[in-house]
Nanobody, 125 residues
Framework: VQLQASGGGLVQAGDSLRLSCVVSGYRSSAYAMGWFRQAPGTEREPVATISSGGVLSEYADSVKGRGTISRDNAKNAVYLQMNNLKTEDTAVYYC???????????????????WGKGTLVTVSS
């Protein structure tokens, strides 16, 4: 299973950004999916997770109301829409796949089976 994230870049505070992650090698519908991020000098943290069927989602408090995770299993893809970006959103964003979205969110690395390479999001003031 391979995960390829894209959509990162340099944006200004207040802008919006949509990250995409395409899953190859297996049907994405078999997995819960999530987005994590790691800012310089910090540990990787969950941003949002979504269940395999797309019914359940969880968000970090820092992005609630600004972020939306979604998935299109027909396209083997998962997305993260981030609005009203803040400088503190600057981080490398990672796409991840696991067995259970709740476990991924609560246990982080221990709940993840597969990681994609990160995509850098830089938010300037």
């Amino acid at each position: 299973v391979q995960l390829q994230a894209s959509g990162g870049g340099l944006v200004q505070a207040g802008d919006s950004l949509r990250l995409s992650c395409v899953v190859s090698g297996y049907r994405s519908s078999a997995y819960a999916m999530g987005w994590f991020r790691q800012a310089p000098g910090t540990e990787r943290e969950p941003v949002a997770t979504i269940s395999s069927g797309g019914v359940l989602s969880e968000y970090a408090d820092s992005v609630k109301g600004r972020g939306t995770i979604s998935r299109d299993n027909a396209k083997n893809a998962v997305y993260l829409q981030m609005n009203n970006l803040k400088t503190e959103d600057t981080a490398v964003y990672y796409c991840a796949a696991g067995q259970h979205s709740g476990t991924m969110f609560r246990e982080g690395d221990r709940g993840v089976d597969y990681w994609g390479k990160g995509t850098l999001v830089t938010v300037s003031s």
